[in-house]
């Protein structure tokens, strides 16, 4: 075994130590006389059903996996209320940054609210907007249904042209070329999963007596494959525990009472290391820089226009929104956020979760903050209501916040407070990160809008 028990836990999960004293996130920012006058948000989804089946998931346990009141991939009705709270809090944290007025609807129309086409995705944003303007016209854009969107599905979209073959060698290159050798590296992890999924005790038989398991987690093949219709596929023992973790994150998340959440086997502690899996696989199948540019270079492409348009004033061509705009709020997947952290080459760790997660509900921001001087500076950092907070459906206020973490963003941010970066710099790093091979100069053409419910 390399190095301590200590060092490994400092590497592999935050669940092996706590830190008290301060909070670990980043408080609201304090730029003295600079006032904030753009967001743009990346937001995920909020809880949803598994996007597998029961009968997929039950070929890796010995006991059923539960049915959901909802279809397959469909926001939960927890998940609507966890949303609205955040829309909630948001309210309460722009009023009191000076970007929202608090008399009523008058700045309703300057939130620009665009989203992907699946149900998750639409009704997330709906509930964000009820929580954050309540009583308001508000709606949610998408492109026509069943129209690929080119900002979370650009391939499928017909932007860019990628190349399967250098992308599964990006992947590769990263593990050495032997993708087996990940079973052995994220081995423990993985024996932790397979006993919540076959039920084992220490000293047992595993399965237990009288139990069997179609297809054991650790004996499937590892590969990484070539997609003919869009990059690479990570397989395996590890790309499986990533939607085996996920489906169980969201029995947890959804509130669901103890003795249901993973047959009653699973808690905090071994949900946190199970999770590591998850985003070790994220980190390889997303997060390598050619995925990351390929898939997240059109989105990033046309929310820095967004942004240019908020900074100068004028309409931008592929903007998002209309100038005079005070926000953008993009409703998409966990997917889209972790394109963006790899191609942008920032990492992150909110408290609680493993580093660079991207939890339901969670969100990537990019607030525009400017002074009367007109230097502008742009603040990034990921939130995320807790994992109890979500279980518990806790109110979110800014007495009692999500856990936010501030982002360093290689090449433009600077050492004071939340790591700003100058408009200039950041303007010029993330163009530098686009590749312009992967991008539609035109915005896409909203074919449905999703009103809100007053």
């Not at 830190?19 to 967001?39: D, H, N, W």
């Not at 998002?320 to 394109?339: C, R, T, Y």
């Not at 942008?344 to 990019?366: C, D, M, T």
Request: aromatic fraction near 8%; include cysteine; charged fraction near 15%.
């Amino acid at each position: 075994m390399r190095g301590s028990v200590r060092i490994f836990c400092l590497l592999l999960t935050a669940s092996c130590f706590r830190i008290e004293g301060p909070r670990l996130y980043a408080q609201a920012p304090s730029p003295g006389s600079a006032k904030l006058q753009f967001v743009a948000v990346l937001s995920r989804h909020g809880v949803r059903t598994p996007l597998w089946t029961a009968d997929q998931l039950n070929v890796y346990s010995t006991e059923p996996w539960p049915q959901w009141d909802v279809p397959l991939g469909y926001l939960t009705k927890h998940g609507e209320t966890l949303m609205r709270l955040m829309g909630a809090y948001d309210r309460e944290y722009l009023t009191k940054a000076g970007l929202l007025g608090s008399d009523g609807c008058a700045d309703a129309g300057r939130f620009y609210f665009w989203s992907d086409t699946a149900q998750r995705d639409i009704e997330t944003g709906r509930a964000i907007a009820s929580g954050m303007l309540p009583g308001c016209a508000v709606t949610i854009h998408s492109v026509a249904k069943g129209a690929s969107d080119p900002l979370f599905s650009p391939f499928a979209a017909g932007v860019g042209k990628p190349d399967p073959e250098l992308g599964a060698a990006a992947i590769s290159g990263r593990i050495g070329g032997h993708p087996q050798a990940l079973v052995a590296t994220y081995r423990a992890g993985l024996e932790a999963l397979q006993q919540v999924l076959l039920g084992c005790e220490p000293a047992k038989p595993c399965p237990p007596e009288g139990k069997s398991v179609k297809k054991p987690l650790l004996e499937q093949p590892s590969s990484v494959l070539p997609q003919a219709r869009g990059l690479a596929q990570l397989n395996g023992p590890l790309a499986a525990a990533s939607t085996i973790a996920e489906s169980l994150l969201l029995e947890y998340t959804d509130g669901k009472k103890d003795q249901e959440v993973g047959w009653g086997r699973l808690n905090r502690t071994n949900l946190q290391n199970i999770l590591l899996l998850q985003d070790a696989y994220v980190d390889l199948a997303l997060r390598t820089p050619y995925i990351a540019r390929s898939y997240g270079s059109n989105l990033m492409s046309h929310m820095l226009k967004s942004m240019q348009q908020a900074v100068h004033g004028n309409a931008v061509a592929g903007a998002l929104g209309k100038p005079g705009d005070k926000g953008l709020i993009v409703l998409g997947h966990d997917s889209n956020i972790s394109d963006l952290g790899g191609m942008l080459r920032i990492s992150w760790l909110l408290e609680g979760y493993q580093p660079n997660s991207r939890p339901p509900g969670g969100a990537l921001v990019f607030e525009v903050w400017g002074d009367a001087a007109g230097k502008r500076t742009v603040r990034t950092y990921i939130m995320s209501q807790t994992l109890d907070q979500m279980r518990n459906a806790v109110p979110l206020s800014l007495a009692t916040p999500p856990v936010k973490a501030a982002i360093f963003v290689p090449g433009c941010s600077t050492a004071g407070e939340g790591w700003p970066c100058d408009w200039d710099a950041f303007e010029r790093v993330v163009s530098s990160a686009i590749d312009p091979a992967f991008v539609s100069p035109a915005a896409p053409v909203a074919g449905t809008a999703t009103p809100v419910q007053k």
